[in-house]
T-cell receptor
């Protein structure tokens, strides 16, 4: 089992819709969770971090964490074509506050 | 405030040559991390350095790879005697402490 799993996609949504990206992780003791956005050929860009159960909102983005289910998600409201990218879920393992374990990413396509 | 600066952006090496990848962290950041991204895969942690110290090199291949972060100057990831399997994007990230990391644009290494 991979440590951090994501559906590779592509996830295709129409412009203006809500895009829902999901991620599961295997290590129950993980404490910190991050979502990065990566455009093709570019660097990963940190868009959200979440540390406690529940929702965290920042503009059009909402991160949701459920530690009991070992599940973290990212919702993008009012999706725009410029949101089309690969979204990487990353987790700090419990024995390391600095190392990031990445999923392989979900490719999001927002159709105009 | 300039971001994490990596150079070169693209590097082509013949099999058996050496590759040197440079990373200057963001101003005020003393923690540097190197990650490798193989085609169609997520990022994999390689090494974590602070000034003049290697903190964690658990993700580095045992042979041919080395990293340093001298007191003065950029961090260097060095790959000796490159092979085709070393072709990948190498990303450097930095942080002010063991917190959220910000990534550079990456160096895309092609071994021919």
């Amino acid at each position: 089992q991979k440590e951090v799993e994501q559906n590779s996609g592509p996830l295709s949504v129409p412009e203006g819709a809500i895009a829902s990206l999901n991620c599961t992780y295997s290590d129950r003791g993980s404490q910190s969770f991050f979502w990065y956005r990566q455009y093709s050929g570019k660097s990963p860009e940190l868009i959200m971090s979440i540390y406690s159960n529940g929702d965290k909102e920042d503009g059009r983005f909402t991160a949701q964490l459920n530690k009991a289910s070992q599940y973290v998600s990212l919702l993008i409201r009012d999706s725009q074509p410029s949101d089309s990218a690969t979204y990487l879920c990353a987790v700090n393992p419990p024995d390391s506050s600095y190392k990031l374990i990445f999923g392989s990413g979900t490719r999001l396509l927002v159709r105009p | 405030n300039a971001g994490v600066m990596q150079n070169p952006r693209h590097l082509v090496r013949r099999r058996g040559q050496e590759a040197r990848l440079r990373c200057s962290p963001m101003k005020g950041h003393s923690h540097v991390y190197w990650y490798r991204q193989l085609p169609e895969e997520g990022l994999k942690f390689m090494v974590y350095l602070q000034k003049e110290n290697i903190i964690d090199e658990s993700g580095m291949p045992k042979e041919r790879f080395s990293a340093e972060f001298p007191k003065e100057g950029p961090s260097i990831l060095r790959i000796q005697q490159v092979v085709r399997g070393d072709s990948a994007a190498y990303f450097c990230a930095s942080s002010p402490a063991r917190t959220e990391a910000f990534f550079g644009q990456g160096t895309r290494l092609t071994v021919v």
